[in-house]
């Protein structure tokens, strides 16, 4: 590890980096989201391929519907049954009400008729939903993006049989811009950076830290990153903490599992 002391220049408002350490780090993947299909079928279309950068939303599988299609249509058809016993319980309920009123019907049967209203009206309520979760059954035979990012090699072919109580991967999305990069740092080094800087808290001096990169290549990457956190425990073995850096990553420079030297310099 180096440590590299800079001293501030008396007169200069500008701030001045006081410390800079290297540190061996590793590319990460910002995200890492596991597509799932929410419902059993077939899969009938697959509309990404391995490597392919998708945006929130895309669609990416498609599984068959059409017994999905059928269920709507009958849960469609129930509902304008059950429409229509209500408005019949209606109609027979209001004609109950007016011989009541005229004195020449039965108290019990204008009282049959109004909860025969009211079974109808559930009946509706009933059906309404059963159709709402028959049209929901059906948007789900199409999976779409939960996050934008790389799509991995799909994990099931056209053809396949998926169930949704057993769990079943169907895909994978990794966010890769941003990416993070992961760098370890000892705690005498933390403690030395934290004095160094003046700041009162480990959060205050994170966002002094200033990040860069050199490649394997020996480039160094033109985008400059920022700390984000650290690890909450100290590995007790080596007495280190583990720090993640954020970086742009618009061209695709930074693959997950690229080795690269962290730069971080420390500013007051």
């Not at 519907?65 to 059950?82: G, P």
């Not at 019990?108 to 009933?126: D, P």
């Not at 400059?224 to 618009?250: H, Q």
Request: charged fraction near 20%.
């Amino acid at each position: 590890m180096l440590v590299l002391v800079v001293l501030l220049v008396p007169g200069q408002a500008e701030s001045q980096t006081l410390l800079e350490f290297t540190f061996p780090g590793r590319v990460e993947p910002r995200q890492r989201v596991q597509v799932a299909n929410q419902i059993n079928g077939v899969v009938k279309m697959i509309h990404v391929e391995a490597g392919q950068r998708v945006t929130q939303g895309d669609l990416m599988y498609s599984l068959d519907d059409a017994s999905y299609r059928i269920d709507v249509a009958s849960a469609e058809a129930a509902v304008a049954e059950a429409r229509a016993r209500l408005a019949l319980a209606e109609d027979v309920s209001g004609r109950q009400a007016q011989l009541q009123q005229r004195g020449v019907g039965a108290a019990a049967s204008a009282a049959q008729s109004v909860l025969e209203v009211n079974i109808a009206r559930a009946g509706v309520a009933k059906a309404d939903a059963q159709l709402q979760s028959a049209r929901l059954a059906l948007e789900r035979t199409q999976i779409y993006a939960p996050i934008s990012g790389m799509a991995q090699r799909p994990k099931v072919a056209p053809g396949a049989f998926v169930e949704a109580e057993g769990g079943t991967v169907i895909g994978e999305i990794v966010q890769t811009d941003p990416v993070l990069v992961t760098y370890r740092v000892s705690y005498a080094d933390r403690q030395k950076a934290l004095i160094s800087s003046g700041q009162a808290s480990v959060a205050e001096l994170y966002k002094s830290v200033k990040l860069s990169l050199e490649l394997p290549s020996g480039a160094i990457y033109p985008e400059t990153g920022r700390a984000l956190f650290e690890s909450s425990e100290i590995d007790g073995a080596t007495g280190m903490l583990t720090v993640w850096g954020e970086f742009p990553n618009p061209l695709g420079t930074l693959i997950p599992g690229l080795d690269v030297s962290v730069v971080s310099k420390i500013s007051r």
